[in-house]
């Protein structure tokens, strides 16, 4: 594009200059600075990218552009510009260090673009862009910052890594542990569950247990208490038959006796001998007569026996609290219990009669006969028990009340 300067213009352009023409193109300028000592006193070699063009919609930066670039074709335009801003790309690169340059390019571009700006706005020209294109020495320099800053980077990225995996395995670590003590807790509490159930259930067997054992014990009591209750009747009927069948046997053998001493005193001295052999007769009928008597007593022994065995076990469970009664009363207890087990003593003196299988009986003319005189023997045995008892114990029984 081109610009026709004619004669409306500003008054600098003269009539004389109403057929050239000025290019406002815009136009690349490759900037480079060969070995340019920065602050430090490194070279450096420094290329930047700009575009730049003459501003043709400012009239005051297109006239100062017609005095400046009017005649000048468009190569000479971008030399004059291009060496502009190398000139103050160098000036720049000089107060900077290689460091600010290559870490921080934009603030270096930012610099050339306002510097180079402000230059060349006088000669119409704006400054569109700058870029640093590339940074070089041959010092290997840079290099070596690259070096270093590589190294660092990666120190950094192996330190940043490493501290990356410490934190998830720390991380993973809590993680795990929190699991397992989760899980702990969890068994713990299972385990406690568990051991509750137990003890109750250990407490509820001991109980259904016991209960079921005293409901067994208090069964088999009651059916033994049935048993002793049936066989102390059974032993009391016949002890009943026993008694009501010596009674008779007594009854007759009083009778007869009574018979036999009418008929022996009223006879005649002529019948004496009859009556003799008769008296021998009846003899002979009490002794047959007795033997029956004594089978019965020692049956009804036996039977006797046998009911005493039964209240034995009945009164074992009594002899705890005669015991401690016995510890209060004393004599009076001891008293009692002698009372107690006379019947027992007389039992135990009329036993032999029970066990002997047969009695004979011998009359010497006087006195009583048959089962009288047994049961009148075992009455004396039985009238010195006091006595016999006192000497043993002490205890007078017909001097207490």
């Given at each position: 594009?081109?610009?026709?300067?004619?004669?409306n213009?500003?008054?600098?352009?003269?009539?004389l200059?109403?057929?050239?023409?000025?290019?406002?193109?815009?136009?690349?300028?490759?900037?480079?600075?060969?070995k340019?000592?920065?602050?430090?006193?490194?070279?450096?070699?420094?290329?930047?990218?700009?575009?730049?063009?003459?501003?043709g919609?400012?009239k005051?930066?297109?006239?100062?552009?017609c005095?400046?670039f009017?005649?000048?074709?468009?190569g000479?335009?971008a030399?004059?510009?291009?060496e502009?801003?190398?000139?103050h790309?160098?000036?720049?690169?000089?107060?900077?260090?290689?460091?600010?340059?290559?870490?921080d390019r934009q603030?270096?571009?930012?610099?050339?673009?306002?510097?180079?700006?402000?230059?060349l706005?006088?000669m119409?020209?704006?400054?569109?862009s700058?870029?640093?294109?590339?940074i070089?020495?041959?010092?290997?320099?840079?290099?070596s910052?690259?070096?270093?800053r590589?190294?660092?980077?990666?120190?950094d990225?192996?330190?940043?890594?490493?501290?990356?995996?410490?934190?998830?395995?720390?991380?993973e670590?809590?993680?795990?542990?929190?699991?397992v003590?989760?899980?702990y807790?969890?068994?713990?509490?299972?385990?406690?569950?568990?051991?509750?159930?137990e003890?109750k259930?250990?407490?509820?067997?001991?109980?259904?247990?016991?209960?079921r054992?005293?409901a067994d014990?208090?069964?088999?009591?009651?059916?033994?208490?049935?048993?002793?209750?049936?066989?102390?009747?059974?032993?009391q009927?016949?002890?009943?038959?026993?008694?009501?069948?010596?009674?008779?046997?007594?009854?007759?053998?009083?009778?007869?006796?009574?018979e036999?001493?009418?008929?022996v005193?009223?006879?005649?001295?002529?019948?004496?001998?009859?009556?003799?052999?008769?008296?021998?007769?009846?003899?002979?009928?009490?002794?047959?007569?007795?033997?029956?008597e004594?089978?019965s007593?020692?049956?009804?022994?036996?039977?006797?026996?046998?009911?005493?065995g039964?209240?034995?076990?009945?009164?074992?469970?009594?002899?705890?609290k005669?015991a401690?009664?016995?510890?209060?009363?004393?004599?009076?207890?001891?008293?009692d219990?002698?009372?107690e087990?006379?019947?027992?003593v007389?039992?135990e003196?009329s036993?032999p009669?029970s066990?002997?299988?047969?009695?004979?009986?011998?009359?010497?003319?006087?006195?009583?006969?048959?089962?009288a005189k047994?049961?009148?023997?075992v009455?004396?045995?039985?009238?010195?028990?006091?006595?016999?008892?006192?000497?043993l114990?002490?205890?007078?029984?017909?001097?207490?009340?």
């Open positions: 594009m081109f610009f026709t300067c004619g004669p213009e500003a008054m600098v352009v003269s009539v200059l109403s057929f050239s023409r000025i290019s406002l193109n815009t136009l690349t300028l490759n900037v480079k600075s060969e340019v000592y920065t602050r430090h006193g490194v070279p450096i070699s420094v290329t930047g990218i700009a575009q730049v063009k003459i501003q919609q400012n005051e930066m297109l006239a100062a552009a005095q400046m009017l005649g000048k074709t468009e000479e335009i030399h004059i510009a291009l502009t801003l190398e000139g790309q160098r000036a720049i690169m000089a107060h900077m260090t290689v460091e600010e340059i290559y870490k603030k270096f571009s930012e610099q050339v673009f306002k510097v180079a700006s402000s230059d706005v006088n119409g020209i704006s400054v569109v700058y870029t640093l294109k590339d070089h020495d041959d010092q290997d320099y840079l290099h910052l690259g070096k270093a590589t190294a660092q980077v990666q120190k990225a192996r330190i940043g890594e490493a501290e990356a995996k410490r934190d998830a395995g720390i991380q670590a809590k993680a795990k542990q929190q699991k003590s989760a899980q807790v969890s068994e713990i509490e299972m385990a406690k569950a568990q051991r509750d159930y003890l259930k250990a407490v509820y067997d001991i109980e259904v247990n016991t209960r054992a005293q014990l208090a069964y088999q009591l009651q059916v033994a208490k049935t048993k002793q209750h049936i066989e102390e009747q059974r032993v009927v016949q002890v009943v038959e026993r008694a009501q069948q010596v009674a008779l046997q007594e009854q007759e053998i009083t009778r007869r006796e009574k036999l001493e009418a008929r005193k009223k006879p005649s001295e002529a019948d004496r001998y009859r009556l003799e052999r008769l008296a021998e007769a009846e003899r002979s009928q009490l002794i047959m007569q007795a033997e029956a004594a089978e007593i020692r049956i009804r022994g036996e039977a006797e026996a046998y009911a005493i039964v209240r034995a076990r009945a009164e074992a469970q009594q002899m705890a005669k401690e009664a016995f510890q209060l009363y004393q004599e009076a207890a001891q008293l219990m002698l009372l087990k006379l019947p027992q007389a039992e003196i036993g009669l066990s002997a299988k047969k009695i004979t009986l011998v009359s010497s003319g006087g006195g009583t006969l048959g089962a047994v049961t009148g023997e009455l004396d045995i039985l009238s010195h028990l006091p006595n016999c008892v006192e000497k114990t002490g205890v007078s029984i017909s001097q207490v009340n």
